[in-house]
């Protein structure tokens, strides 16, 4: 067998073998090396196994997962996600919809602390749906909105989307973090644009609440102050290159974590949640990247990602056009294993060919966090979905039905940012100067 | 069985808490090193020690993470089998994830004990690498009994979580 033929029977039997409920990681470290030992040999391969899984635990560049997963679950289980909550109330909560306006404002400043997908959507879900049935908001909106603001962190530094693409392809964080923060904030202001329209045509979905004094919400604004200046630190510390991405994390978290102490809100019990809860979450990342490096390395034996890559720049199409093939390909994927995973197994196949086609390895980290949005809420892996109707006991129909709106605006801020990739790239390149 | 099973999960759960010291020392390696540069005197070897972390940090949470299911797996399909199917499916899977760690622990074990001999050690601090595969080969072989607990708990239908 040839080994491009052993490479792409390989990838079928991985498929197949995802399918049984193995976990990923260890099927692609499985078919990685046992690919590898048919094509190079038992011993090299037996090599590969144990030097990948020691390079990606004892790599520098990953020790900056678990530190910003700890920050956010700290963020998380600390209340801070309803101190901002509330906040956000004070201010928007009396305009029509202005509830499931406070969900976005709350997610969108709670996103620069966390960047776990599921957190904020579990915390604003335990948070914001319980507030929008006191006053009467259609469970269609109410959940509907608090399943697509979850997926806010994909964008919005801190980002684990956007390290783990960062570390996979060699880019810049700071680079990739700046990149996310205008379309991130765009589509924030998109779901309100469309909880505005929709509370326009149908007012009975979003009963109107009582309107804070000026008062009440000066003695608020403390709460946005902080987390402007933790989100300050570490990013203008990554971006000015005085801190590391670690050291980024490092500074987040311990400024959540004495944000925390410091209101009384963080107890032995918290930390040791907080702790134990971003390990698992670490641990999973992580051992899935070294999975995908093992199997990264067996094809690039076979040199499937470049023949991939040149195949795909041979295409007689228009390069908007493959480009929108492989986005689909990601949405795909995703939809049937998990998005964040199969990131990790796509992106060194597929990188190759979008850097030949001339795409900025940036806008395209940013185009597929996007994707990555789109993929969390549309079935059928629909993680944000599940959270909700977990943790509320909506029926799927009902929220479902609550996304669509949302997901229309997600698909719509997509496709400007692929008409306009200015929107990711300009930050980066006017802070950071053009790569 | 059930011995065996809380046995494995006490395990599970002290090298979890290992990996819970090893990212608080970690935090205190990269705080202590950042304000020591500012006042010109950086810990000389602050990235070996962050790395080592790194992989006790994720190399011990391995077990534990997959007591608790913590790792990405495709079930749609799964879930439609019958229970019996079901059980079959996850003995399987979890065999191949035993093997697949025992091999990787023996493997680490003549890794270590290949660096001993080269006497290979990192370039600031001059750590000496083996004591870090010797435990990475010790977390193998946990996973592999948890993995093992797994394909009991499987076979047997007993929850021990």
């Not at chain 2, 002290?14 to 010291?21: C, K, L, N, R, S």
Request: proline content about 5%.
């Amino acid at each position: 067998m040839s080994e491009v033929v052993t490479g792409v029977t390989a990838l079928f039997i991985l498929i197949l073998v995802f399918l049984t409920g193995i976990e990923l990681a260890f099927a692609m470290a499985a078919i990685g090396f046992i690919g590898f030992a048919y094509l190079v040999g038992f011993a090299p391969a037996c090599n590969l196994l144990v030097k990948d899984f020691f390079d990606t635990f004892t790599s520098y560049g990953f020790t900056v997962v678990p530190l910003f997963v700890l920050m956010g679950q700290i963020a998380s289980n600390a209340d801070i996600a309803k101190r901002l909550y509330r906040g956000a109330h004070k201010w928007v909560g009396h305009i029509p919809g202005g509830l499931a306006m406070t969900t976005v404002v709350g997610a969108t400043l709670f996103k620069a602390m966390c960047g776990s997908t599921l957190a904020t959507t579990a915390t604003f879900a335990g948070i914001a749906i319980p507030e929008m049935d006191r006053y009467g908001y259609d469970k269609k909106l109410s959940t509907g909105i608090v399943a697509s603001v979850g997926t806010l962190g994909m964008l919005i530094p801190p980002s684990i989307v956007l390290i783990i693409y960062g570390i996979v392809v060699e880019q810049s964080i700071g680079r990739l973090f700046l990149a996310g923060i205008v379309p991130g904030l765009l589509i924030s202001l998109f779901f309100i644009f469309v909880i505005y329209g929709w509370v326009k045509i149908d007012p009975a979905i979003a009963p109107g609440s009582e309107k804070a004094s000026l008062r009440e919400r000066i003695r608020v604004l403390p709460e946005f102050i902080w987390v402007a200046l933790i989100f300050t630190a570490v990013i203008g510390g990554l971006m000015s290159g005085v801190f590391s991405p670690t050291e980024a994390g490092t500074i987040g978290t311990i400024a959540v974590l004495v944000l925390a102490a410091a209101r009384r809100e963080l107890g032995w019990k918290t930390l040791i949640k907080s702790f134990d809860e971003s390990l698992r979450t670490a641990c999973m990342v992580l051992v899935l990247i070294w999975g995908s490096t093992v199997l990264g390395h067996f094809l690039a034996i076979t040199q499937i990602p470049f023949i991939a890559a040149d195949w795909v720049v041979g295409l007689p199409f228009a390069r908007w056009i493959i480009m929108i093939l492989v986005i689909l390909i990601y949405l795909l994927g995703g939809s049937f294993i998990d998005d964040l995973a199969f990131m990790i197994l796509a992106t060194p196949i597929f990188y190759p060919a979008v850097v030949k086609l001339g795409y900025d390895p940036i806008w395209f980290g940013i185009q597929i966090g996007i994707t990555i949005m789109i993929g969390v809420i549309i079935p059928p892996v629909a993680i944000c979905v599940f959270v909700v109707k977990n943790i509320t006991g909506v029926p799927f129909g009902v929220i479902y039905r609550g996304v669509l709106p949302f997901l229309l605006s997600l698909i719509g801020c997509a496709a400007l940012l692929f008409l306009f990739p200015d929107i990711a790239t300009f930050l980066p390149n006017f802070f950071m100067g053009k790569p | 069985m059930k011995k065996f099973l809380a046995v494995v999960y006490k395990l599970d759960i002290t090298f979890q808490v290992v990996a819970g010291i090893g990212l608080a020392f970690m935090m205190g390696v990269t705080i202590a090193d950042i304000t020591l540069r500012a006042l010109g005197r950086p810990i000389v070897g602050a990235i070996e020690l962050i790395s080592f972390s790194g992989a006790v940090i994720i190399g011990f949470a391995v077990p534990y993470s997959s007591w608790m299911r913590a790792h990405v797996i495709v079930d749609f399909l799964i879930e439609r089998l019958s229970p019996t199917g079901k059980r079959i499916m996850e003995f399987i899977t979890k065999l191949i994830g035993l093997i697949l760690f025992l091999f990787i622990g023996v493997n680490f074990i003549l890794y270590g004990l290949t660096l001993i001999k080269t006497g290979e050690v990192s370039a600031g601090l001059r750590i000496p690498y083996y004591p870090i595969t010797f435990g990475l080969a010790l977390s193998c072989f946990l996973e592999s009994l948890t993995l093992f607990a797994g394909l009991l708990k499987a076979t047997g239908g007993s929850q021990h979580e």
